[in-house]
DNA sequence: ATTGGTATTATGTATATACATAAAGAGCTG
DNA sequence: CAGCTCTTTATGTATATACATAATACCAAT
């Protein structure tokens, strides 16, 4: 039979797929409409829109209402990263985790901090330096400032034992935030911390979370050399 | 009225979040049952169901057949990253493009390639190097190998003008792939190529494609200093 | 030719219904 | 009590139908 065993969004998607990279469908192409394809496949048209519309999420179909569908012209993709919490990364990679607190403080930010926490000139925030060490070496430098206005319940906290990382994701819940990559060129207090030369390539994480229109909290992630972020498309 | 406005999937999705949001939902419960909600919601089951999908794709919910929805424990927060194609995303910024060819040549690979590419000894590959420049200033350097058995085209090309990385994107379809990020300090070559100094943070994606189980090509980008990377969660 | 309104059309969503499937839990058996 | 089946149950999916909405295409009036 010609159909094979299409039944399923799953097979229309496949099916899709592989009409796209055999380029019987060639990107710019308008392919059949809904109405069209579900009488082909022989099932419902919300099977084929399930379909289309995951394969459009994921970038390979720009849809428009009455446009129709295409296939995407620049392929987009959408690598989609988990972003865990750090005793859960360096445990699932088998390693023994340990954490230690550096230092606690109230203090007035810098100025770019400042900015990314929306704080006035002379409010005074929370600030923490820990170290998360896998195997009991090094592996990350967690650079946090926390906004006490948002959070007062972290004035109470001493994070001798239990990081600012962790605390937060489980007692804070936030709306959303924004994440930057980067790297940077490890200077005396990296060397240090991380127990690494002055001058080598560090990658960098820097979050802002906020809830409720506040900022929650702003932290710099400095990995100690080596670190690698992996993720599959 | 207290149902608000509750109609369609996306109100009953952010309804479901401010429940999480307002800790009515704390992490670890069990949330009722769809057919629960939907009568609650006065809507269809279906509906509750693609909102409580929605959620879970995005990590805030785990579901499982027959134990029911609860709220993530660990909100394992997915962030979604653009991968475009370099030009795009350095004209998105606002920045002239320009490409610039540095070498072409087929040769054998080191052997850290010919692991990522699947090849065997002996076997020779299509290696270039090139540079993406923004308003004249190196942005990013590409150092990619091709499989020729995978894309025979690809020998007739001379990448004088096009860059590999568009070239491929419109020519050549792929199923899948791996990206990592990392850091680098900047060796010899690297500032070379990127005008910048010895012994500074680099930010670097490798990335390799693959289609119809033989590996296409395999790539390191290599980003000038001051490369950020940008999404939001 | 430009403007502007209207009809058309493909996707987007909601609905009730039905059946499939995974997994927890009960109950049975050795 | 370990190990097995069977039942129960919540999610997962497919279906036909209906209506909503965005955006194009067309036609008329200026």
Redesign the pocket.
Known sequence: MTTGGI?????VQDEVLRRIHTRQWKPGDTIP???ELSLEF??????V??A??NL?EMGLLD???????RVALHPVRKATLDIPVIRRDIEAKGFAYRYSLISRSMREPPIDVRGRMQTRQGDRLLHIKALHMANGRPYVFENRWINPKAVPQALDVDFETNSPNEWLVANIPFEGGDITFSAKTSGQEDAHVLDCGEGEGLFIIDRSTWSGGQIITSVRLTFAPGYRMHTEL
């Open positions: 039944s399923g969004w799953q097979s409409n809904e109405a022989g099932c419902a048209r919300a099977t829109n399930r289309l519309r459009a849809r428009k209402r009455k446009a129709g569908t």
